[in-house]
């Protein structure tokens, strides 16, 4: 793979940056929200099956997950 370093101006560069802190900082949210968050349920094969099958818009998912 080849790499290529772009040059930014430095207004674009703080511009850059600042969105990135924001994005840190807002995922840094989530997740804690996340953990702090109550337990809602078992999380096994048939939670994956529902969440895949809302994630798809209700067509039909194969899963490539075995279980052991």
Known sequence: MTKKN???PDEMNRLVD???EQD???LRRLVMDGASSPRSGEVNAPYFAA???RASGG???QST???A
């Open 24 to 26: 840190r900082q807002e």
């Open 6 to 8: 772009t040059y930014l």
């Open 51 to 53: 969440l895949r099958a």
């Open 18 to 20: 600042s969105q990135g």
């Open 59 to 61: 067509r039909k998912v």
């Open 65 to 67: 997950c075995t279980q």
